[in-house]
């Protein structure tokens, strides 16, 4: 039987960082926090441009992804519900 030990769990490696969960806004720069905040993607160039936007730059752009022309999709749909949003 092994000990389960905690110690390499420090700093960003920590289960609840804030890095695991912010991601920034292609447009404007805006540090977004995915289980707060808004934020729109766009399925196929998420892993090429890290193509995440803030409401109001979706909104702006008409829901269209900048890079391929595609619809942009909500990826927090529970916080949309919550605040009567799209």
């Known amino acids: ?3 389960v030990s905690t110690a390499g ?7 609840g960082h804030r890095g695991w969960v912010t991601v920034k806004c292609r447009i404007c ?3 977004l926090d995915t289980t ?3 934020v729109y993607v766009c ?3 998420r892993d090429k441009y890290e193509a995440y936007f ?3 730059d ?16 909500l ?3 529970w916080i949309a519900e919550k605040r009567g949003i799209r």
């Open 43 to 45: 399925p196929h160039c």
């Open 58 to 73: 979706a909104r702006r752009l008409h829901y269209r992804c900048p890079f391929c022309g595609r619809r942009l999709e």
């Open 54 to 56: 803030c409401a109001a």
């Open 29 to 31: 720069a805006t540090k």
């Open 36 to 38: 707060l905040d808004i």
């Open 9 to 15: 769990l420090k700093g960003i490696n920590a289960v």
């Open 1 to 3: 039987m092994y000990a």
């Open 75 to 77: 990826i927090t749909p």
